[in-house]
């Protein structure tokens, strides 16, 4: 499978999935075709770029509208004929027509466990909240804001004295290995979305 990975800053989502890859690139039956961004000068840009791969940018400011720049990101996509998109640390909300092309093979990662804490900032949310356990999502992307159809979720304890980012940290290492699980057997065995419901074969 070809994979269109979109990213929005240090993307260690991305060097996970580059690194299983490499590892095994026959067995793990994707490989990342090309990174898109929607700003210049992040980490993860340089991480596709070591790794040889394509990049994209369509920072929305670039477009007079946000329609625009839906369309842009979704043409800049679809020119890698990706078989699976996948959101790794991608902050922007993609619009219609990115989803008329790409929705059922567009997954996302969140930190936290789905439908609690969704949006940019949900493992400070859990902190704040007093969750005693959160977690990360991988998910198919609807029209909403991280409400589309659940794949698989990983659970992580909070601890007393955590800050956001050693919470985050702890989060990301289980996030990278769960992401790389769950892209490498929506590739290799396909998959049904059924409402709410979703099968790997
Ligand atoms: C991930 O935890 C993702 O769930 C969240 O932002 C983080 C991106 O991390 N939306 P990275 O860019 O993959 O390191």
Redesign the pocket.
């Known amino acids: 499978s070809r994979l269109v990975v979109l990213?929005?800053?240090?993307?260690?989502?991305?060097q996970a999935l580059l690194d299983a890859i490499a590892s095994d690139p026959e067995g793990y039956g994707a490989r990342v075709v090309a990174v898109g961004a929607d700003r210049d000068g992040i980490a993860?840009l340089e991480r596709a770029e070591k790794a040889g791969i394509p990049t994209f940018v369509c920072p929305v400011k670039a477009y007079a509208t946000r329609q625009e720049w839906d369309e842009a990101l979704a043409e800049a996509t679809a020119a890698h004929e990706p078989d699976l998109v996948v959101s790794?640390?991608?902050?922007k909300i993609v619009g219609k027509e990115f989803l008329r092309r790409f929705g059922g093979r567009f997954v996302n990662?969140?930190?936290a466990l789905l439908p609690a804490f969704p949006g940019a900032h949900?493992?400070r949310d859990a902190l704040a909240y007093g969750a005693k356990v959160t977690g990360?999502t991988v998910h198919f992307v609807d029209a909403g804001v991280d409400t589309g159809p659940i794949i698989a979720q990983g659970v992580v304890e909070v601890r007393d004295g955590d800050d956001e980012a050693a919470l985050?940290e702890r989060?990301?290492e289980v996030?990278r290995r769960l992401l790389v699980d769950v892209v490498g057997r929506l590739a290799r065995h396909g998959y049904r979305i059924e409402g709410r419901k979703v099968t790997i074969q």
């Open positions: 990213v929005s800053g240090s993307g260690t989502n991305l993860g790794a640390g991608f902050m990662t969140h930190p949900g493992v990360c985050h989060i990301k996030e």
